[in-house]
């Protein structure tokens, strides 16, 4: 049973960070676009849908699978640094995820305080968390 949830863990996270990684450049779309109502609508749409239909489904499968987890394994964290730092990342990524939902709120009601260039590397942030917790998770280095 434990690799069924890791596997459902590894599904959920993998959907989580595409929601991640393409919220962000919707916002670059929707900030450089935002005299033309037309597209900003569509965007709108798409944030929603990408944020609410995938992105909290793929958060709830990969906080439910990954706790599951440590109540089957709770030697899992004697089993090294690398477990709390892969934790400290997640919530980490977590903070970054619902940021995403404030910045969401914010585009919707046109409140424009950002770029275009800020949404751009702001979409790296994910990018380097997700290189880490991979890094931990599979190499243990700690």
């Not at 900030?31 to 037309?38: F, I, L, P, T």
């Not at 909290?56 to 990954?66: D, P, W």
């Amino acid at each position: 049973m434990y690799l069924w949830i890791k596997a459902f863990h590894v599904i959920g996270f993998v959907s989580w960070m595409a929601v991640l990684f393409y919220l962000p450049r919707l916002f670059v779309y929707h900030v450089e676009n935002k005299d033309n109502h037309e597209f900003v609508s569509v965007v709108k749409i798409m944030e929603k849908r990408l944020f609410y239909g995938i992105g909290i489904i793929a958060f709830l499968i990969t906080y439910i699978t990954g706790i599951s987890m440590i109540i089957l394994n709770p030697d899992l964290f004697k089993s090294g640094l690398w477990l709390h730092i892969k934790l400290t990342l997640v919530g980490l990524l977590t903070v970054y995820f619902f940021h995403n939902w404030i910045e969401m709120k914010k585009l919707h009601s046109q409140i424009y305080t950002k770029t275009g260039k800020f949404y751009r590397l702001y979409n790296e942030i994910p990018t380097i968390i997700f290189i880490l917790i991979a890094i931990f998770a599979v190499v243990k280095p700690l």
